[in-house]
């Protein structure tokens, strides 16, 4: 996750946990991109990875979006009140009509609550990943879950080649999450993004990707 406005809990390893997808895709024609068709939603054994709607703000809110713990390594700071919350969420529709980002909030199938959320940004060659996990889920392996699950449909579009990620090199359940998930750590990122609960300064990450098999 190039931590960017989403707990990153952020060769070729397989991908585990293949999620099943539903709902109509929504897909938009450009001039020079192909099409995306992303899934309203994807299941996996633990999770549901939902399309976000407007009514999502206050379950958002009170489940991560204020918590100084979850936003540490983001670029965002942790909501004062529910508006920019549903300011967000308002973001995360436009972006994914506009095909700049697809989000999914991750749901627990055992308990239908809201646990995190998960995003991908088209890239030249695939896709670049952002991730979160309310801390009360933290340590029991939902983020390389849904990591898992996202990698698969990208690899289902026929131009993807290439997942990435970036984490705060002090983000070490974020690494975690990413490894676990078969991604590899290709190098470091130097003063490459603004965390500003940790720090006033750019902050090196490491980037991970995982490449698709011959």
């Not at 549901?48 to 390594?73: E, G, I, N």
């Not at 690494?175 to 470091?188: D, H, Y």
Request: charge should be positive.
């Amino acid at each position: 996750m190039r931590d960017k406005g989403l707990k990153g809990k952020e060769g070729r390893a397989k991908p585990k946990g293949r999620g099943r997808q539903k709902g109509k895709p929504t897909t938009k024609r450009t001039e020079d991109e192909a099409l995306i068709a992303a899934p309203d939603e994807i299941r996996t054994a633990r999770l549901l990875l939902r399309k976000p709607r407007a009514t999502d703000a206050s379950l958002m809110f009170t489940a991560y979006a204020q918590d100084l713990a979850v936003t540490r390594y983001l670029t965002w700071r942790p909501h004062a009140n529910i508006a920019e919350t549903r300011s967000i969420v308002d973001r995360f529709l436009t972006a994914w009509e506009r095909q700049e980002g697809f989000c999914w909030f991750l749901f627990a199938n055992d308990t239908g609550e809201m646990i995190g959320s998960i995003a991908a940004r088209p890239e030249n060659d695939g896709f670049n990943l952002g991730f979160l996990l309310a801390r009360a889920y933290w340590g029991r392996g939902y983020m390389p879950e849904a990591i898992a699950a996202v990698v698969d449909w990208a690899f289902a579009q026929p131009s993807v080649s290439r997942v990435s990620a970036a984490c705060d090199m002090e983000n070490h359940a974020s690494a975690r999450a990413l490894e676990k998930a078969g991604f590899v750590r290709e190098g470091i990122l130097h003063q490459f993004s603004l965390h500003p609960n940790t720090s006033s300064a750019s902050r090196d990450c490491f980037e991970y990707a995982i490449t698709r098999g011959p």
